[in-house]
């Protein structure tokens, strides 16, 4: 009884409309797949669909990288230096996505502050286009990401037994040896469960390539949102959102066989 | 550990750190911009000027956009905290294969890109009526951020004894009763995250008001987004000063209430033993 209320509420004002953009992409403008074939006369979707994979692979492999580093370190510390990485990892996390682009479009903007610190100090001639272009976005979206790269691989870490290495080493491996023999493969999942992750809320993104874009980097959402609000194309529109979508789920499933995703999101083990 | 002093330790140390601030130094930018004294965006150099601020809190259209902001926050955080925590309570105590379907349909929202629940949203509004209005923006906010608090009430409710509340109810209380003085008060942690979480999540959401918002809903996250586009006019990163401020106090009232919370429950578990 006290699931009803929102059971019923997220169905109909959610899940059947979600259900209906689907339904979209082979009935508008009428019954059929004219909008999937689309995808093989139009080569400028397979170009936004051939850019947002790079840009969100290129993001995930950063992304994962930089929270790799970030989770080693954290798990190697104890005391005040580790509670200052995580409280500085959460606040990252929390910080508004228009806050970011803001600060991103601030510093590196032709007139931005980065290239008039460049340009004042004759190390560069010329401002530098470091935004409007796929250098600004995949800038902002690692910005974005590395916190969820972390969470992951810090949970991962955390149950590694330290006595493992301490094993090797004293049978005579070298550091080195042991981080790429052992840690790293222990970490796997770890890195696995965060590179789906980022690369599954990459897929979607909006907002960050669509300011530091600025329209020359056109990805599926922006491009989803162009087709909806200025040229009223919802079957092609909804043909993307299906594509997308799928997308989506199907990584999820990958994901749910490395780790138990019912877990994470809170389900009794 | 002998390795933490070693110079591949200390390599890594720095690069770590290099890391961090590359995650939070940028975003602390709007700050000083906010203070020029300027009409443009720059950095101030010399002194500082209140004026972008007295421009903000001055300006109708500002402060409108920071009240309906407020307004959309609390009312949604609100109800998808009251039906989150009893969606959750109805999911704990049922738990079978059938909950966990349901479960994983009432997280369609966190999982499904948000441009794709824009769309959703943006048809059904049309249709309702519910287009540029309070009540829409307050409905969607509250359905995406409901599965948030799910996950962070469910995760109390994993810690929790299903034994108590069996045994409040065969001392004679009713369910209400039982609900109310035994399972929420030992939740409480969950519920106070799931709240904040959700209000947070309504008080920055962009993509869904760019669809279902236009004239007479306008956010703060929506004027700002107009504002970036621009991107010259300094009370923009006034704005953003603001939005922040409000993020971390949440974040901040969370902070305190579990701390509270934590150690009421501790005190309790010292009077007990």
């Known amino acids: 009884m006290l699931v009803v209320p929102l059971f019923g509420l997220i169905i109909v004002l959610y899940a059947l409309p979600v259900i209906n953009i689907l339904w979209l992409g082979v009935s508008e403008p009428e019954l059929g797949i004219q909008n999937y074939k689309l995808l093989f006369t139009k080569s400028s979707l397979v170009k936004i669909l051939w850019t947002t994979i790079r840009v969100c692979l290129i993001t995930t492999l950063c992304s994962v990288v930089i929270g790799y580093l970030i989770a080693y370190s954290m798990v190697h510390l104890v005391g005040r230096e580790q509670n200052w990485m995580l409280t500085l990892v959460l606040i990252s996390f929390w910080i508004s996505v228009l806050v970011r682009a803001f600060s991103w479009l601030t510093l590196l903007g032709r007139n931005g502050l980065l290239n008039a610190a460049l340009v004042s100090s004759g190390l560069s001639e010329e401002p530098i286009n470091m935004i409007r272009n796929e250098f600004g976005v995949l800038i902002g979206m690692i910005h974005y990401m590395v916190p969820y790269a972390v969470l992951p691989l810090l949970a991962n870490m955390q149950g590694i037994d330290h006595r493992i290495m301490d094993a090797s080493r004293s049978l005579g491996a070298g550091s080195l040896q042991t981080f790429l023999k052992i840690y790293l493969p222990l970490t796997k999942p770890g890195v696995i469960a965060s590179s789906l992750l980022v690369f599954i809320i990459s897929l979607g993104f909006y907002v960050t390539p669509a300011l530091l874009g600025g329209g020359r980097v056109l990805m599926v959402a922006e491009y989803v949102s162009v087709q909806i609000l200025i040229t009223v194309q919802w079957g092609l529109a909804a043909m993307l959102a299906t594509l997308l979508l799928s997308g989506v789920f199907a990584l999820l499933y990958i994901m749910s066989r490395f780790m138990k995703i019912g877990e994470i999101f809170g389900a009794r083990p | ?273």
């Open chain 2, 1 to 273: 550990m002998k390795k933490r002093n070693s110079l591949g330790w200390n390599f890594i140390r720095g690069f770590t750190w290099a890391g961090l601030a590359f995650l939070v130094l940028p975003t602390l930018i709007a700050v000083p911009v906010s203070l020029t004294p300027k009409r443009y965006l720059s950095m101030p150099t010399g002194e500082i000027s209140m004026r972008h601020y007295t421009n903000l809190f001055s300006s109708a259209e500002w402060m409108s956009s920071i009240g309906q902001s407020a307004i959309i926050a609390i009312f949604s955080s609100l109800i998808a905290t009251v039906l989150g925590t009893l969606c959750a309570i109805g999911l704990w105590r049922i738990s079978s294969r059938v909950s966990e379907v349901i479960r994983g349909i009432l997280l369609l929202p966190l999982i499904i890109p948000p441009i794709i629940s824009a769309m959703a949203f943006y048809r059904i509004w049309v249709k309702l009526g519910l287009l540029d209005s309070y009540s829409g923006m307050i409905i969607a906010h509250a359905i995406l951020a409901a599965p948030i608090v799910l996950i962070t009430v469910s995760a109390s409710l994993a810690n929790f004894d299903l034994r108590l509340e069996q045994a409040s109810c065969n001392l004679g209380a009713s369910i209400g009763t039982t609900l109310r003085r035994v399972v929420l008060p030992s939740i409480k942690p969950g519920i106070w995250a799931g709240a904040i979480f959700a209000f947070i999540l309504s008080w920055d959401e962009i993509v869904v008001a760019l669809f279902i918002a236009k004239f007479r809903i306008m956010t703060l996250p929506r004027r700002m987004w107009d504002g970036i586009r621009e991107n010259t006019d300094p009370t923009v990163a006034a704005s953003a000063v603001v939005l922040v401020l409000v993020t971390i106090s949440a974040l901040t009232i969370y902070t305190i209430m579990t701390k509270h919370v934590r150690m009421q429950g501790s005190l309790v578990q010292e009077e007990n033993s």
